[in-house]
């Protein structure tokens, strides 16, 4: 069965950080695509970034450029979004998806995981 699982949201006080994990089953991460969108209440939800897995090439959103950083361990068929300079505005459930190849439109993922709440407050 081909499955995404999020981990690692929870909350955070401003500048902190928080590293989230997206476990793949089912599928080897190494031959995909993975990106990382967020959705916050009232509001459409956003690209954050991707990663070709065949060759690590990384593709980030100006809004989390230069904070957040996203990789994979095809080891433990893993993809991770390393979130560093956090602020409130980044308090959002987050998903990882997952596509054969390439990154891609986000309606053309196949695969998505359940999200992953991370709140961002003092």
């Known amino acids: 069965q081909v499955q995404l699982v999020e981990s690692g949201g929870g909350l955070v006080q401003p500048g902190g950080s928080l590293r989230l994990s997206c476990a793949a089953s089912g599928f080897t991460l190494t031959y995909y695509g993975i990106a990382w969108f967020r959705q916050a209440p009232g509001k459409e939800r956003e690209w954050l970034s991707c990663?070709?897995?065949?060759?690590?090439?990384?593709y980030y959103a100006d809004s989390v450029k230069g904070r957040f950083t996203t990789s994979s361990d095809n080891a433990k068929n893993t993809n991770y979004l390393q979130m560093n300079s956090l602020k409130p505005e980044d308090t959002a459930v987050y998903y990882c998806?997952?596509?054969?190849?390439?990154?891609?439109?986000?309606?053309?993922?196949?695969?998505w995981g359940q999200g992953t709440q991370v709140t961002v407050s003092s």
């Open positions: 990663i070709t897995n065949t060759d690590k090439k990384t």
């Open positions: 998806a997952a596509e054969y190849g390439f990154c891609v439109e986000e309606s053309e993922y196949d695969y």
